[in-house]
C-alpha cells in the first residue's frame, strides 16, 4: 500500500510541472513511443512475470524456489535479447518510429530492466518493505531530476532518459538483491531447464496480450491514427486515473501470492472471506473516487496538467467510470480466477475486450481522437467485466450482491449529489479552490454515509484512525521531554 501512495504521490507533484514544460506534444511523443516499448516487452516476455508470481510462490522451500526463478531469471534474458532484435527491426523498417530513432532507442531501456529486473521475484517472496523502501529513495531522486534537468520544452531526451533511469534503478537494486538466486544459477547451470517454463508460460503470455491491446493499443493507434498532440492530452487523463489503478495493482499485487497459498493449501474457507472482502474493499474505494474524478475533471485537468491541456478533460471524464469495470475484472480474474489457475476464462473474456476495443479504435479515433479512444476503452472494460462474471461466476466465491456493496453504491449517490450541489454554488471559481472544495468534502460526506448505514469497514477504519490520532498525542508530551 505505500507503493501505491508513492505511486500516487509522485506524480502529482512531477507531472504538472513537466506538462507545463513539455506541452502537449512533448508528452505525447514519449507517451507514443512508450506504447511502443511496452508492446515489445510484452511481446517478448511470454507470461513470464504474471507466472513467475504464481509459480514461486507455490514452491514449499527456499532450495526449489531459487531454483524456480533462476530458471525463470535465464529465461528472462533470453527473451530480452529477442526483444532489442525486434526494436532494431522496428527502427529500421517503420518511417514513424526512424524519425525519432534516438528518443525511441533511449526509452527502449525501459525493456532491459523490464523484462530482466525480476520485480516478480519480490512480490511473488512478498518483500514489500523492500520494495517500499527502494521505490521511495528511487522516485526521490527521479523527482528531483526532473525538476533540475527539464527546463524548457526542448529537454524531452532528459524526460524520456529520467523515466528509464527509474526502471534502471528498480532492476540494478533487485539483481544486488538476488544474488543468492544468481549464485544457484551460477553453480547449477547445466542442471537448471529454464525452457520447461516456456510452454505454460504462454497461456499467460496470451492474457498479457490480449490486456496489453487495450492498455497500451490506444496510445499506439493515436500516435499512428491522429497527431501526438491527441497522445498528449490521452495521457495526461490517464496520469490522472492512474492515481487509482495504482490502488488496483497495489491491492492486486498483495492478493496473488496469498490467494495462490490458500488455494493450494485448500483453505477453501478462507479463500471465499479474502475473496469476498477484497471484492467489497475495492468497490468501496474505487467506485467513489472514479464518480468525483469525472464530476470534477475540468479543474483536476486544469491543476494538474495546465490550460493547454484543456481538451483532455473530457477524455478523463469518459475514461473515470471504466475504472470501476477495471477494478472490479482484475480482482475477480487476475486475481481470484488466476490463483485457482482458471486463467482460461479470463483470456475469454479479455479476448472479447481485445476486439470490442480494436473494431472501436479503428472507427472512433479519426472522428474523435483522444476521446474516441477513451470511449473505446470504456466500452472494452466493460466487456471485459459483463464476461468475468458471466464465465467465471462459479469459481468466484464471491458476490456483487453484498450488504456492503449495496451501501457504497448508495453513499457513492449521497456523495456524488453533494459535489454536483457544490459544483453549482462554486460557479466561476478557480480550478484549485473548486478542486480543493469538492475533493475534501467529497470523501467525508462519502465515509458520513457510510457510518451512518453502520457500514462495518468503514467504522473500523475510522476506529483504526482515530486510535493512530491518540497515540499521536499522547506521544507528544514524551517528545517534548
Request: with cysteine; glycine share 6%; proline share 4%.
Amino acid at each position: 500500500m505505500a507503493n501505491y501512495v508513492m505511486g500516487m504521490l509522485f506524480p502529482l507533484i512531477t507531472f504538472p510541472y513537466v506538462s507545463r514544460v513539455l506541452m502537449p506534444e512533448g508528452i505525447g511523443e514519449v507517451q507514443f513511443l512508450l506504447s511502443v516499448i511496452n508492446y515489445v516487452a510484452m511481446v517478448t516476455a511470454v507470461g513470464l512475470p504474471m507466472y513467475a508470481v504464481r509459480e514461486v510462490s507455490r514452491c514449499a522451500d527456499e532450495a526449489s524456489r531459487r531454483r524456480v526463478a533462476a530458471e525463470i531469471g535465464l529465461l528472462s534474458i533470453a527473451m530480452c535479447v529477442a526483444g532489442y532484435a525486434v526494436v532494431f527491426i522496428l527502427v529500421g523498417t517503420v518511417e514513424r518510429l526512424a524519425a525519432a530513432a534516438p528518443l525511441f532507442l533511449a526509452l527502449s531501456v525501459r525493456l532491459l530492466f523490464t523484462l530482466t529486473g525480476a520485480e516478480w521475484y519480490f512480490q511473488a517472496t512478498e518483500q514489500f518493505r523492500y520494495m517500499t523502501i527502494r521505490s521511495l529513495v528511487i522516485r526521490v531522486l527521479s523527482a528531483v531530476a526532473m525538476f533540475v534537468f527539464i527546463r524548457d520544452a526542448g529537454d524531452v531526451m532528459a524526460y524520456a532518459v529520467i523515466i528509464v533511469c527509474v526502471d534502471s534503478g528498480y532492476g540494478l537494486l533487485n539483481w544486488s538483491r538476488m544474488l543468492p538466486v544468481i549464485r544457484t544459477a551460477r553453480r547449477r547451470l547445466r542442471t537448471l531447464r529454464p525452457w520447461r517454463h516456456l510452454v505454460p508460460a504462454l497461456r499467460i503470455f496470451s492474457l498479457g496480450m490480449l490486456i496489453a491491446v487495450y492498455t497500451n493499443l490506444d496510445s499506439a493507434m493515436l500516435g499512428f491514427m491522429s497527431s501526438a498532440v491527441e497522445v498528449g492530452f490521452y495521457a495526461a487523463a490517464l496520469r490522472v486515473t492512474r492515481v487509482v489503478r495504482g490502488l488496483i495493482t497495489a491491492i492486486g499485487a498483495a492478493l496473488l501470492p496469498r490467494l495462490t497459498a490458500l488455494h493450494r493449501s485448500g483453505a477453501c474457507g478462507d479463500f471465499a472471506s479474502l475473496s469476498q472482502s477484497s471484492l467489497d474493499l475495492i468497490l468501496a474505494l474505487v467506485m467513489p473516487a472514479s464518480v468525483a474524478i469525472a464530476l470534477v475533471s475540468e479543474p483536476l485537468i486544469a491543476i494538474f496538467c495546465g490550460d493547454t491541456f484543456a481538451p483532455a478533460a473530457r477524455v478523463l471524464t469518459v475514461m473515470s467510470p471504466l475504472l470501476i469495470f477495471t477494478a472490479l475484472s482484475d480482482i475477480a480474474g487476475l486475481q481470484i480466477l488466476y490463483a485457482q489457475g482458471r486463467e482460461a476464462v479470463v483470456i475469454k473474456a479479455t479476448a472479447l475486450g481485445a476486439i470490442v476495443d480494436v473494431a472501436l479504435n479503428l472507427w472512433l479515433i479519426p472522428r474523435y481522437g483522444a476521446v474516441g479512444a477513451a470511449i473505446s476503452t470504456f466500452a472494452a472494460e466493460g466487456a471485459v467485466f459483463v464476461a468475468v462474471f458471466a464465465v467465471g461466476r462459479r469459481y468466484i466465491p464471491a458476490t456483487l450482491l453484498s450488504r456492503s456493496n449495496a451501501q457504497t453504491i448508495v453513499a457513492t449517490v449521497v456523495m456524488a449529489a453533494a459535489v454536483i450541489a457544490m459544483l453549482r454554488a462554486l460557479g466561476a471559481a478557480d480550478a484549485m479552490t473548486t478542486a480543493i472544495v469538492t475533493m475534501t468534502a467529497a470523501p467525508v460526506i462519502y465515509y458520513g454515509a457510510l457510518l451512518a448505514m453502520g457500514n462495518a469497514p468503514a467504522r473500523t477504519t475510522v476506529a483504526y484512525l482515530a486510535r493512530v490520532a491518540r497515540m499521536v498525542v499522547a506521544r507528544k508530551p514524551h517528545d517534548a521531554a
